[in-house]
């Protein structure tokens, strides 16, 4: 089993300041994943699980503050490799932000653990 | 019944790629009328040196491409793309899955006197997880997940997500109810090209297997049909032949009881065969065993099966036949 990383480079969102900003993570393929989100200067996670629908805050409060999201998926499909992850940000009506498209990745052997680590910096 | 479906992988593991039409009457069991893995290269008398399983699109080009050269490959389709919004509980959801399921397997054979192609298809048309195997599956999934960040510091508990795998991917080879149909055809030229290929032997697979998790019973139905369409070996008497098995199992605690039913009939001879048997074993510990047997075999001359015996383990000790 083993585990492979990718980091991303740091990803600027400009968010709408009236409006709660909330994150969806999609995993493919079949595959069982998992993703914790936590803001840099904080100890205790916002979310770790399944990712649906959940609120980090308000677009007010926001802009200064770095929400790092690790996402790990098993390769549990024995029927193929492939690793597809997308983090979408949107507002309550289903508005759309930001999508991360991580949908073209892939681990070597069946079992392996894929780990995409990628921080969001916010702004108005 | 988990005993049951570690007998059945085991005999579709261990299914012979090389028997379909060349069995002896008395050969014939009830394993060798499983969907075999890989229908396109059951019917080829010699096994490919290796196989390939393209992922992408391209290496698919590829594999096609290598065809000409002699070669092999086996892909399903579905899986070639990237299925970006397939949940895993959507997945273990669906019931129809023909096409998420649909694998081929091609392979070529280049001689300096002949030349072979042969091809076959796989799929399961439905299969069905009770609401408990959901419900579990769901549960083996959630503790996957929390165990992605269930280690020291955060870091993904290996160990745990094995052992949670293994017992997720155990239960989804099992839906209570499976219908899996498979065919194949082997065509040959009597030369180095691929120009004259004709058809020479065919076949089609089709099993159900119904195991309600309610009751600690299963019930498989296995079906085959297959023949020879090369004139050469048209007159030949073993020309065509319908397979069909039935298989039920019932445990309950240390009791285990199977059935089974194995019928061919000879199409060219107008000949039915028929063997019936059933097995019953009583487990005293997990070392010993009774066991008893009792049926008819195929043919017509000393063809009752009876046996009583003892079991150590896996070796026989007292057998009265």
Not at chain 2, 117 to 136: C, D, E, M, V
Not at chain 2, 184 to 191: D, I, K, T, W
Not at chain 2, 270 to 284: H, Q
Not at chain 2, 294 to 321: A, C, D, P, Y
Request: neutral net charge.
């Amino acid at each position: 089993m083993e585990i492979k990383p990718k980091k991303l480079p740091d990803q600027l969102l400009t968010v709408m300041k009236t409006k709660n900003v909330l994150v969806t993570v999609v995993i493919g393929n079949a595959q069982i994943g998992s993703s914790r989100l936590k803001f840099e200067e904080e100890t205790d996670a916002v979310a770790t699980g399944k990712i649906k629908n959940q609120s980090v805050g308000t677009g007010r409060d926001l802009p200064g503050k770095k929400l790092n999201i690790i996402t790990r998926v098993l390769d549990s499909n024995p029927r193929n490799n492939k690793i597809s992850i997308k983090h979408i940000f949107h507002y309550e009506d289903g508005r759309e932000i930001f999508i991360l498209d991580e949908t073209d990745n892939e681990v070597d052997n069946n079992m392996d653990i894929f780990s995409l680590e990628v921080s969001y910096q916010f702004t108005h | 019944m988990r005993s049951f479906y570690s007998v059945c992988v085991l005999l579709f593991c261990s299914f012979s790629q090389y028997t379909l039409a060349q069995k002896g009457i008395t050969d014939i069991k009830l394993a060798d009328l499983n969907v075999p893995v890989s229908p396109g290269f059951v019917l080829a008398d010699q096994a490919p040196a290796s196989i390939e399983r393209p992922a992408t699109p391209k290496a698919f080009a590829v594999s096609i491409l290598n065809l000409l050269q002699g070669a092999s490959f086996e892909v399903t389709p579905f899986w070639l793309s990237k299925n970006e919004n397939l949940g895993y509980e959507d997945w273990i959801q669906q019931k129809f899955v023909p096409l998420e399921t649909f694998n081929f397997s091609v392979a070529t054979f280049k001689s300096d006197s002949t030349s072979s192609l042969t091809g076959g298809f796989r799929t399961q048309l439905f299969r069905s997880f009770s609401a408990s195997q959901i419900s579990f599956l769901k549960g083996k999934a959630d503790a996957i997940r929390e165990a992605l960040f269930g280690g020291e510091d955060g870091t993904p508990d290996t160990a745990l997500i094995q052992k949670l795998a293994a017992e997720l991917q155990a239960m989804e080879l099992k839906p209570i109810l499976s219908v899996e149909l498979a065919g194949a055809m082997l065509g040959s030229s009597p030369n180095n090209s691929f120009k004259g290929l004709s058809n020479q032997r065919s076949g089609f697979w089709c099993n159900v297997h119904y195991a309600p998790t309610q009751y600690r019973v299963a019930f498989t139905g296995l079906l085959r049909y297959s023949w020879f369409t090369s004139n050469a070996i048209k007159t030949n008497i073993d020309s065509a032949f319908l397979d069909y098995g039935l298989a039920a199992n019932y445990d309950v605690n240390n009791i285990s009881v199977a059935a089974e039913l194995v019928s061919r009939k000879d199409r060219g001879a107008n000949e039915t065969y028929l063997r019936a048997a059933m097995n019953v074993n009583y487990r005293l510990n997990d070392n010993i065993s009774f066991v008893a047997a009792l049926g008819k075999n195929f043919g017509t001359n000393n063809n009752i099966i009876t046996s009583l015996g003892i079991r150590l383990g896996t070796m026989e000790l007292l057998q009265i036949r």
